[in-house]
């Protein structure tokens, strides 16, 4: 299957990874997977992998392999880690996991989320999580932040290009909205980047220079991506969907000029697979937004451009 990719993405990366619903993809009947675009070939498709309920693929830094995370009855939410091609795929959560959206560190360690209490209404419907670190085998298995009043909720988590910092979301209380905090790569300096009384911020990512920081939030009505300094400052609206239509998750270009995100219609997000949710471009300033055809999984896209090997 080969997609219309707008002129620009060609000349970005060698190629984007996303997860689809394979059904999608005209290939076969199954939940997420993920795909890689080969955008050098007009957005040819290959699938990487299949039999598991995958979401939420991470690029390493090197661009030579890929981390994501995988929904399976045998084993809970796990960590998977795999190389650029889909070779050499294993599991590195113990059996029966609760490990959730790894990212990894510019030296080659995964970040992630582990689960310490399951989501519920008394949580929000969110898991109670600690933000962890690990080897990229599994091994040596650290805490970075762990569930307190300052944070319950710990996601989504990325390091920044130097390794220096993890931008991640966080949220203080059960009844507050998620938002964007920070701390260093060994865990101490915990600090909120975004406060912003009633509205959510979430997804977190670093421009490819480190001094920028995508998001997503819902702080100017509907959901809507973001940019601000690394501090926190100035924080700039770069699109302005109106629901029913939303705009999240963004990732950047190698280059830092782009951005490619997830837009969603119905006002339903990623989590209802009826949604016409697809990945989008536009330059780094929100300007020149258009499609690239490409359609999301239930679970979410999590559209990334790879990394230069």
Not at 41 to 61: C, H
Not at 90 to 119: E, R
Not at 191 to 214: C, F, M, N, R
Not at 249 to 255: K, M, V
Request: hydrophobic fraction near 40%; proline fraction near 7%.
């Amino acid at each position: 299957m080969r997609l219309v990719i707008a002129t620009a993405a060609l000349l970005l990366s060698p190629s984007l990874s996303f997860a689809q619903n394979v059904s999608f993809a005209g290939l076969v009947n199954g939940s997420g997977s993920v795909f890689v675009a080969n955008l050098a070939a007009g957005g040819a498709l290959t699938q990487l992998t299949s039999g598991g309920n995958d979401a939420a693929p991470e690029w390493s830094f090197d661009g030579t392999k890929l981390t994501f995370q995988r929904n399976a009855p045998s084993m809970g939410y796990g960590v998977m880690v795999m190389n650029a091609d889909g070779s050499g795929l294993k599991g590195i959560s113990p059996a029966q996991g609760q490990d959730l959206l790894p990212s990894w560190t510019p030296g080659g360690q995964i970040v992630f989320s582990q689960v310490i209490q399951p989501p519920s209404a008394a949580t929000m419907n969110l898991p109670v999580t600690a933000l962890m670190i690990m080897n990229s085998d599994g091994t040596d298995r650290q805490p970075l932040v762990t569930p307190s009043a300052k944070s319950m909720f710990n996601l989504a988590a990325f390091v920044s290009p130097d390794g220096t910092k993890i931008a991640f979301e966080c949220g203080p209380a059960f009844s507050s909205p998620l938002q964007i905090c920070e701390i260093n790569s060994n865990g101490t300096g915990f600090k909120y980047l975004t406060e912003v009384q009633g509205a959510a911020s979430a997804d977190p990512h670093w421009s490819p220079d480190g001094t920028k920081i995508i998001f997503d939030s819902t702080r100017a009505g509907g959901v809507n991506e973001f940019s601000m300094n690394a501090d926190g400052s100035d924080v700039t609206q770069l699109t302005t969907f109106v629901e029913p239509l939303e705009g999240q998750d963004g990732g950047y270009s190698p280059d830092g000029t782009h951005i490619v995100f997830e837009w969603d219609n119905g006002g339903n997000q990623s989590s209802n697979p009826a949604a016409p949710a697809a990945v989008w471009i536009m330059n780094a300033n929100g300007t020149d937004q258009q499609t690239l055809g490409i359609p999301c999984a239930e679970n979410g896209c999590a559209p990334r451009f790879q990394r230069s090997p």
